[in-house]
């Protein structure tokens, strides 16, 4: 074989090759209807969920230290306004990958921290590698997955965002 490496591809070659190019396009076009799926149903949970912990402050202060999360009323408070916040641009797509940041973050720590509030699940996350299960039935799970989604591939041509890049392209 005279091929260098540089040469070598993984696209399948012959008749299978336009078949492949236009599926791969089809496939391409339900990124942008997915992202909006996903986005409109975590904004709007995010809201949803950050508004009852700003509106049941007190029940939600006392749950964050029974999780022994520290400063309980500052983190509920922060919590709640990013979940509110977030969750409302996320929505709209307004700042997405921005917005995402401080999402992921806050379902990180809330995964960890509550997950760590309860001795025999500390033991399970040392040993995460070995069985999933106590992250990946956490509630804030979802959430996380979602934002790290929206931080890499953007919310789409569906939203604010895909919005100003459109007209920023046609300047």
Known sequence: MNQTTSQISVRPQGRLAPLYDHFAWLAAL???????????????????????????????????????????????????????????????????????????????VAMVQTDLAYPGSREKLFHLWDDQAIILQDTAFPFFVAAVLILVFGPGWFSVDGLVKFFRRKK
């Not at 520290?70 to 921005?98: D, K, Q, Y």
């Open 30 to 108: 339900l990124q942008s209807p997915l992202l909006l799926g996903i986005r409109i149903y975590i904004g709007y949970q995010c809201a949803i969920s950050g508004w009852a912990h700003l509106h049941h402050f007190n029940q939600t202060v006392e749950q964050f230290k029974e999780w022994k999360i520290p400063h309980p009323e500052a983190s509920v408070r922060i919590s709640a306004t990013t979940e509110l916040v977030g969750g409302s641009l996320l929505l709209v797509g307004l700042a997405a990958r921005l917005v995402s940041i401080p999402l992921i973050f806050n379902f990180l």
